[in-house]
């Protein structure tokens, strides 16, 4: 160490000058941090209206800062719409329009859609992807072995087409293009020209790419062309050719056998990584699979994977730092968010903790950052919630 005044100023400004490189060379130390939060209890403000959102299962944030929720609204209880029964039963509520838009305040500032907006409009609404022109992707994962619909029963001898497509829409909400079509086709996970029950897509935009989880009854990932609809490429599990893929029944998860050698599914999240990767989360087998876009296997992380029920594995998220380092993965079953490092899988931090608390979540699901790292978050337990997260800096 330096023993007098000169040289120990010296020596600070030395140390000083390093700091400042070494600030330069890393401008992301910061945001590759583990982040904490602290739940904000009073967003969103009550819906006017009378509304009441129920089962959200679709979430972005576009440049505004603003917060889209898709949610259900055929799924709403008798109960929770008393006001919209015939007779009504209660005061409270009606249900919300599908789409709502919140600004960071909480404040509803829009909403459109719902059953019969347009005429394919999914019966279970699933999945939220937005553009860089402010055009909206949405789905749905309607199917009649697993679902039934709360207030809006089929008649006697109806069967309601199963969601087997998803629609894109202008930021005004015309209709631009459908991919796929309402269907009751039998699985197959060959056919290019139907979806089966998709969960989630992501945009490649600089490729015009759409990448689809497709999902609850096929067990592939199709990738289309965003601006014509037509189909590119697609695979299953460990990169396996659609032709490939069987049509049969998956099989039961078995947490103390190897690794399944198909989707196990449902295929709940799908980002895609500015390295271009693809991560896509295969929720019945606790696993997270990753692929480059044209479909080649890199690797797989095994997520708690003695865990059953909903699994650990369901909606996924990127960081926003610029080498985007950690994965975020929503443990339904566990009702937690796990931060993971992007590169190996390892478990670094989690949000939350199962329970029906402000800060606590039932079955989250979805989630996405604002640009200040601000969290939201959707569920679709018993709570079917969305929150906001803070960052604490």
């Known amino acids: 160490m330096p023993n007098n005044s000169n040289e120990k100023r010296a020596f600070a400004i030395v140390i000083g000058f390093c700091c400042l490189l070494l600030s330069i060379a890393m401008p992301n130390a910061r945001a590759q941090s583990v982040p904490k939060y602290q739940v904000d209890g009073l967003w969103p403000k009550t819906l006017p209206n009378n509304w009441i959102l ?5 979430l972005a944030v576009d440049k505004q800062d603003h917060v889209w929720v898709l949610n259900r609204p055929r799924m709403t209880s008798a109960d929770d719409s008393a006001a919209a029964q015939t007779p009504p039963i209660g005061e409270c509520c009606v249900p919300a329009p599908s789409l709502l838009l919140f600004d960071a305040q909480g404040n509803m500032l829009k909403s459109w859609g719902g059953p019969n907006y347009v005429p394919d409009w999914p019966i279970l609404e699933h999945g939220l992807v937005l553009d ?35 629609l894109k829409f202008s930021p005004d909400g015309k209709q631009l293009m459908e991919i796929g079509k309402p269907s009751n086709a039998p699985v197959n996970n060959q056919d290019t020209t139907l979806l089966g029950s998709p969960s989630e897509f992501e945009l ?5 790419e759409i990448f689809i989880a497709d999902g609850y009854i096929n067990s592939r990932i199709v990738v289309y062309d965003s601006e014509t609809g037509a189909f590119k490429r697609g695979w299953g599990a460990y990169g396996m050719p659609l032709s490939q893929i069987d049509n049969g029944k998956a099989p039961k998860y078995d947490p103390n056998g190897p690794p399944p050698k198909q989707f196990l599914g ?17 929720r019945g087998a606790d696993r997270i699979q990753v692929f480059t876009k ?16 909903l699994g650990t594995a369901q909606g996924l998220m990127l960081s926003k730092d610029r080498n985007q380092k950690f994965l975020w993965v929503a443990d339904g ?8 490092n992007r590169e190996d899988g390892t478990e670094v931090g989690t949000v939350g903790h199962k329970g029906r608390e ?28 969305i929150q906001k997260f803070v960052l604490v800096k």
Not at 54 to 58: I, P
Not at 132 to 160: C, V
């Open 54 to 58: 129920t089962n959200t299962t679709g």
């Open 132 to 166: 860089k022109n402010g055009n909206f992707w949405i789905g749905g994962n309607y199917f009649t072995s697993r679902f039934g619909l709360l207030t809006a029963p089929p008649k006697p001898k109806e069967s309601p087409l199963e969601d087997r497509h998803i």
């Open 204 to 208: 490649d935009e600089a490729a015009h």
């Open 266 to 282: 449902p295929l709940i999240g799908i980002v895609v990584s500015e390295d271009g990767l693809v991560y896509v989360s295969d």
């Open 294 to 309: 044209d479909g080649k296997f890199v690797k797989e992380f095994l997520i708690h994977p003695k865990t059953l029920g």
């Open 333 to 340: 079953e566990n009702s937690v968010l796990r931060i993971l």
């Open 358 to 385: 402000a800060g606590q979540f039932e079955g989250p699901e979805c989630m996405a950052l604002d640009s200040k790292g601000n969290l939201y978050t959707t569920e679709v337990g018993a709570e079917v919630r």
